[in-house]
């Protein structure tokens, strides 16, 4: 039987190069988070990453420093993503013992809200990163801004007509006083904004 022909039933052949995305991660842009991690793991987690961006290392460093697989930090520290994974406590040990090698000590305080989600550990990951990266810190300014784009959205669909209607006014009055003004003089009104 050749190659291309087709037995009744059988479906057609898909080269394997040929990709239509999938439903794990359907648009390329925001991770599916899979909350396989446990609070506890991405709080130390965290702590690692942030003593690694202290060393100013490449994750391929503390693989290498702690001899673990090429790679494996990364998928350790984002565990839930669907590539991600956790890692036993002798495995954890090794990344520890590479980052902290003069020793370390624990503390664990009370904290006023709620445990770290897989959301919350990838934006603080984020902003680990951005202190050190110009380039980190525009993707999470741009992260941040578009979230608050979309609550301040939900905020105006919630509101009745008659006060969206007076946050238009005030807006379009602030406006107006911009154009009025010169280059480089900044009213008090849009300073307290």
Not at 61 to 82: E, M, T
Not at 115 to 135: G, I, S, Y
Request: hydrophobic share 40%.
């Amino acid at each position: 039987m050749s190659r291309g022909r087709l037995i009744r039933g059988m479906k057609p052949f898909k080269r394997a190069d040929h990709h239509e995305g999938s439903e794990m991660m359907p648009n390329f842009h925001k991770p599916i988070i899979v909350n396989r991690a446990t609070p506890i793991y991405r709080a130390i987690m965290l702590e690692c990453e942030r003593r690694r961006q202290q060393l100013g290392w490449a994750m391929w460093k503390v693989d290498d420093a702690s001899g673990l697989q090429d790679g494996h930090f990364a998928k350790l520290l984002h565990a839930d993503r669907p590539s991600g994974r956790c890692v036993r406590w002798e495995t954890l040990q090794l990344v520890i013992t590479a980052l902290f090698p003069e020793g370390f000590d624990v503390e664990i305080k009370h904290k006023a809200g709620d445990p770290l989600t897989a959301e919350n550990h990838r934006l603080k990951v984020m902003f680990a990163a951005a202190d050190n990266n110009r380039l980190s810190r525009r993707e999470l300014m741009r992260e941040l801004g578009r979230r608050g784009g979309i609550a301040r959205r939900e905020k105006l669909a919630a509101m009745p007509l008659a006060d969206r209607l007076k946050v238009a006014r005030k807006r379009r009055k602030q406006k107006r006083a911009l154009c009025k003004q010169p280059c480089g003089l900044v009213s008090t009104t849009e300073a307290q904004l």
